[in-house]
């Protein structure tokens, strides 16, 4: 989609957007107000696309890292001591703990379906270190992700769907706070994306391909 700008749009926009953040386009266009404001809405366009593709790959990770769970653990896995207790424990108890996400999920909410809508994503990613190796994934990936790159052994397939999710959540989380995308390898993100959503079921995969502007808009940045 291409934008034009009248002089005036330009200085409210830059108002809009505050100066340092605008400063960040400036620079990459060597200090072209237009161009620096041609690159923000592509920026914000590509973002916007990327947003169709991470839905499907979360949906993906988090569906399929749950019937796994729920093939070792039970229907009420989320209520299951013996689970919890087998989640890491990050950073010497400091910062975000997928334990005490579960557990404060599991006490306010009334059903398995609800506790999985609300934990956060990286509460997912943490089911794939390698301590959940030998207790989930050995026997439930290859059912949960059967379109997982076959070549693979099942530990590297669990390190490479771990350092995936790393790489795509740090990516939802610049599109969640309106942060610039654009110097990034966004094809890599792209195929990335696509391999969680290939491995998780292939058939769907090909379909946003049909679906998807990214590839698109990647062709056409200002």
């Known amino acids: 989609m291409s934008h034009t700008f009248t002089g005036q ?10 100066p340092p953040r605008f400063g960040t386009y400036l620079r990459e266009v ?10 923000y809405c592509w920026n914000t366009d590509i973002s916007a696309a990327f947003y169709i593709m991470l839905q499907f790959c979360e949906l993906s990770i988090r569906n399929g890292a749950v019937e796994a769970v729920e093939a ?12 919890g207790y087998t989640l890491p424990v990050l950073r010497g ?12 999920c599991a006490r ?6 609800k506790v999985v809508a609300e934990l956060k994503f990286a509460f997912w990613q943490h089911l794939f270190v390698k301590g959940q190796q030998a207790r989930i994934w050995d026997a439930h990936l290859a059912s949960a992700y059967p379109g997982y790159n076959k070549s693979l ?14 790489v795509i959540r740090k990516l939802r989380n610049r599109i969640a706070h309106h942060e610039p995308i654009f110097s990034r390898n966004l094809a890599e993100d792209r195929d990335r ?6 491995w ?8 946003v391909d049909t679906i998807e502007k990214v590839t698109d808009l990647l062709a056409s940045r200002p």
């Open 30 to 39: 060597g200090g072209d107000r237009h161009k620096a404001m041609a690159l």
């Open 9 to 18: 749009q330009v200085i409210d926009l830059e108002a809009v957007l505050s």
């Open 193 to 198: 994306i696509r391999e969680v959503i290939q």
């Open 153 to 166: 052994s099942l530990s590297d397939a669990r390190t490479r769907m771990f350092k995936n999710i790393e």
């Open 72 to 83: 070792e653990f039970g229907p009420n896995w989320h209520l299951n001591r013996g689970f």
């Open 93 to 104: 108890g400091r910062g975000y703990q997928p334990r005490d996400d579960l557990q404060s």
């Open 108 to 113: 306010r909410l009334p059903t398995s379906g």
């Open 200 to 207: 998780r079921r292939p058939g769907t995969a090909q379909w």
